[in-house]
């Protein structure tokens, strides 16, 4: 397995090509001695439930697994907690307000964006919402698929850290 950071090859505070690998999470410039410690990207998912107790899934629009079953989700922003990213990324993809958020667990991965791969730690949400009525595919989600948790089967989700996370949250 390739260091983390293997792409980056100048150094971003001096710009010098003198970064080189420290250890397995690290690589440091030769030049002036500055130190990057490479950690993980935070992302949510959502587990979406309505008063029914169905789910509300999305297809995904894009690559990675393009047209295959996710959570609503994505990566947090800066200054953002994990419950107002979960509260964005739901409304962002699926035009839903949620009225309650409760964390469940966490799942490292790594998820390929534009021939990179980032580490994140998966931060997986169950929320609440009254009514799916109203509920649009918008943003990264190409339709909106709504089933009861009893459907629910890992192998229709294309990203590995949601795939392990259906197969947790249904056991």
Do not use: W
């Not at 260091?3 to 397995?24: I, M, S, W």
């Not at 999470?25 to 002036?32: D, M, N």
């Not at 294309?158 to 947790?168: E, F, M, N, P, T």
């Amino acid at each position: 397995m390739s260091h983390p950071l293997h792409q980056f090859t100048y150094c971003p505070k001096c710009g010098a090509r003198t970064f080189v690998e420290r250890n397995e999470k690290a690589k440091q410039c030769t030049t002036c001695g500055f130190v990057y410690y490479f950690n993980p990207s935070s992302a949510v998912a959502c587990f979406i439930r309505n008063s029914k107790g169905e789910l509300l899934l999305v297809r995904r629009a894009k690559e990675p697994a393009k047209g295959t079953l996710d959570l609503p989700g994505g990566f947090v922003d800066m200054y953002e907690s994990a419950e107002d990213a979960a509260h964005r990324e739901v409304k962002e993809e699926t035009g839903l307000d949620i009225v309650g958020c409760r964390y469940l667990f966490s799942i490292p991965n790594l998820y390929p964006y534009s021939g990179f791969e980032v580490h994140t730690v998966d931060m997986f949400f169950e929320c609440l919402t009254e009514s799916f009525d109203g509920a649009k595919a918008e943003d990264d989600a190409a339709e909106i698929i709504i089933l009861p948790a009893n459907q629910l089967n890992p192998d229709d989700f294309g990203l590995q850290s949601i795939k392990k996370a259906v197969d947790r949250y249904i056991k």
